[in-house]
Nanobody, 117 residues
Framework: QVRLVESGGGLVQAGGSLRLSCAAS????????MGWYRRAPGKQRELVAD????????NYADSVKGRFTISRDNAQNTVDLQMNSLKPEDTAVYYC??????????WGQGIQVTVSS
């Protein structure tokens, strides 16, 4: 059974930093594209960043380019999201995602990130 557990969220002032981490179990981690999504109040869930199986390719939403960095450790089965220069509009519930070779996706329970102005 796939399990994704996020950690590292919380409250931070605008301009500050947070690092989210996601620990995966129940999958062959290196076979999965990993991603971070977020859902802000009143908005649809959106992709923040994703990273290919070998970490060679990373994609970012335009709104976070230059501020957020996604990384993964295939030996530890973790994927991280370093978030710098945070803005109030980054406030959302952030979700870790795993996308397998057969098209199935799994999601974490989500973690709150709140950026105060």
């Amino acid at each position: 059974q796939v399990r994704l557990v996020e950690s590292g969220g919380g409250l931070v002032q605008a301009g500050g930093s947070l690092r989210l981490s996601c620990a995966a179990s129940g999958i062959i981690f290196s076979n999965y594209i990993m991603g971070w999504y977020r859902r802000a109040p009143g908005k649809q869930r959106e992709l923040v960043a994703d990273i290919s199986k070998g970490a060679a390719t990373k994609n970012y939403a335009d709104s976070v380019k230059g501020r957020f960095t996604i990384s993964r450790d295939n030996a530890q089965n973790t994927v991280d999201l370093q978030m710098n220069s945070l803005k109030p509009e980054d406030t959302a519930v952030y979700y870790c995602s795993a996308h397998g070779p057969l098209g199935a996706s799994s999601w974490g329970q989500g973690i709150q990130v709140t950026v105060s102005s």
